[in-house]
T-cell receptor
Framework: DTGVSQNPRHKITKRGQNVTFRCDPI?????LYWYRQTLGQGPEFLTY????????KSRLLSDRFSAERPKGSFSTLEIQRTEQGDSAMYLC?????????????FGSGTQLSVL | DAKTTQPNSMESNEEEPVHLPCNHS???????IHWYRQLPSQGPEYVIH???SNVNNRMASLAIAEDRKSSTLILHRATLRDAAVYYC?????????????FGKGTKLSVKP
């Protein structure tokens, strides 16, 4: 169990550029989540996958955001035409779902700064 | 969505017990109570969760009020490593429990 891995740890980009983040979940975890966290706030849910299917998307996930999880393994989160308001920590989490006992394991996040 | 209320901050002395309160007066009968904590520069870390009965694990204890409108996370002997933001979260049973609604949490400071 190597934990949830996120890359890169830090990303600095100019407004209007596209960025892509990668998340490698704990192996055999069937659920994968993306959250966003701004300074001083708790994480906010963006979207989640069960295996390769994207089952829920928050209204925070504008059409500039897209997430994929091909083959139900790693996931990518892409932000197109970045805006300064996109600056945040993007957290990935994974879990092995059961009916009553779902613990999320979070990665250390990707810190995005949009200049 | 059900919400929780926590104090913004608390202080504790090292090696003393810490009781972190959480109010959730609008909790529904199927909501689980989850606690996560977030150390500086890290993602949140699962601490404990429960439904109705008190729960213990190696990290902490969770005491749930009989009416379930409040709960308390208990750290039995605080260490410097326990300094973190602690989040109390309600998660509905059934479906994904991973769509968690974090508030601002309680920032716990531990003094040596």
């Amino acid at each position: 169990d190597t934990g949830v891995s996120q890359n890169p740890r830090h990303k600095i980009t100019k407004r209007g550029q596209n960025v892509t983040f990668r998340c490698d979940p704990i192996s055999e975890h069937n659920r994968l989540y993306w959250y966003r966290q701004t300074l001083g706030q708790g994480p906010e849910f963006l979207t989640y996958f069960q295996n390769e299917a994207q089952l829920e998307k928050s209204r925070l996930l504008s059409d500039r955001f897209s997430a994929e999880r091909p083959k139900g393994s790693f996931s990518t989160l892409e932000i197109q035409r970045t805006e300064q308001g996109d600056s945040a920590m993007y957290l990935c989490a994974s879990s092995f779902s059961t009916s009553t006992n779902e613990k999320l394991f979070f990665g250390s996040g990707t810190q995005l700064s949009v200049l | 969505d059900a919400k929780t209320t926590q104090p913004n901050s608390m202080e504790s002395n090292e090696e003393e017990p810490v009781h972190l309160p959480c109010n959730h007066s609008t909790i529904s009968g199927t909501d689980y109570i989850h606690w996560y904590r977030q150390l500086p520069s890290q993602g949140p870390e699962y601490v404990i969760h429960g439904l109705t009965s008190n729960v213990n694990n190696r990290m902490a204890s969770l005491a749930i009020a009989e009416d379930r409108k409040s709960s308390t996370l208990i750290l039995h002997r605080a260490t410097l490593r326990d300094a973190a933001v602690y989040y109390c979260i309600l998660a509905p049973h059934g479906g994904s429990q991973g769509n968690l609604i974090f508030g601002k949490g309680t920032k716990l400071s531990v003094k040596p």
